[in-house]
T-cell receptor, first 114, second 114 residues
Framework: DVKVTQSSRYLVKRTGEKVFLECVQD?????MFWYRQDPGLGLRLIYFSYDVKMKEKGDIPEGYSVSREKKERFSLILESASTNQTSMYLC?????????????FGEGSRLTVL | AQSVTQLGSHVSVSEGALVLLRCNYSSSVPPYLFWYVQYPNQGLQLLLK??????LVKGINGFEAEFKKSETSFHLTKPSAHMSDAAEYFC????????????FGTGTRLLVSP
């Protein structure tokens, strides 16, 4: 089975702190994604990566950055956390173009910024 | 731009009753459409997908959805609800210009009562 692992299920941080959310997948997938999930807003794409060291902005990239130094790992970085970044963050991955649309998700990281 | 609209943030049914979750899409080109399910404290998993083959798509756990171009709809149904179906359901469409970038609806929470 495909496994996408998010290292932290629950985090509590203070305003202004730098936050790292880590995601690792074990299926050699080319594409990795970070989504933010908020009640009533569904999932919104923050950033995605289709190859090592490659990244593209999603719909809501402001306040976030990403890093993909190795194929299996995709990190989301909040340079200076703010209270409006309190949310559930979901990492996902999929393979090449033959797997169009089928994303494999991690269990999520719930971040609270005080 | 492509988008999906899920009608009803909450749907309540009795165990054994028909489940109907509504999704309407907007797309300037033939879409690929998906339903995902999220159980409490878990990530999302794929229920089923439409990729321009058969218009009636069968998924896991007895769910199915029918693509109706004339109505721009992709509603999710299950003949008989089970308590274990209680979850949040998301409809999604592939965004134009990026075949891997899913655009999600706002979600519908299904409540099942005994």
């Amino acid at each position: 089975d495909v496994k996408v692992t998010q290292s932290s299920r629950y985090l509590v941080k203070r305003t202004g702190e730098k936050v790292f959310l880590e995601c690792v997948q074990d299926m050699d997938h080319e594409n990795m994604f970070w989504y933010r999930q908020d009640p009533g807003l569904g999932l919104r794409l923050i950033y995605f990566s289709y190859d090592v060291k490659m990244k593209e902005k999603g719909d809501i990239p402001e306040g976030y950055s990403v890093s993909r130094e190795k194929k299996e790992r995709f990190s989301l970085i909040l340079e200076s956390a703010s209270t409006n970044q309190t949310s559930m963050y979901l990492c996902a991955s999929n393979g090449d173009s033959t797997s169009t649309g089928e994303l494999f998700f991690g269990e999520g990281s719930r971040l609270t910024v005080l | 731009a492509q988008s999906v609209t899920q009608l009803g943030s909450h749907v309540s049914v009795s165990e054994g009753a028909l489940v109907l979750l509504r999704c309407n899409y907007s797309s300037s080109v033939p879409p690929y459409l998906f339903w995902y399910v999220q159980y409490p404290n878990q990530g999302l998993q794929l229920l089923l997908k439409y990729t321009s083959a058969a218009t009636l798509v069968k998924g896991i756990n007895g769910f199915e959805a029918e693509f109706k171009k004339s109505e721009t709809s992709f509603h999710l149904t299950k003949p008989s609800a089970h308590m274990s179906d209680a979850a949040e359901y998301f409809c999604a469409v592939i965004k134009a210009g990026g075949f891997q970038k899913l655009v999600f609806g706002t979600g519908t929470r299904l409540l099942v009562s005994p």
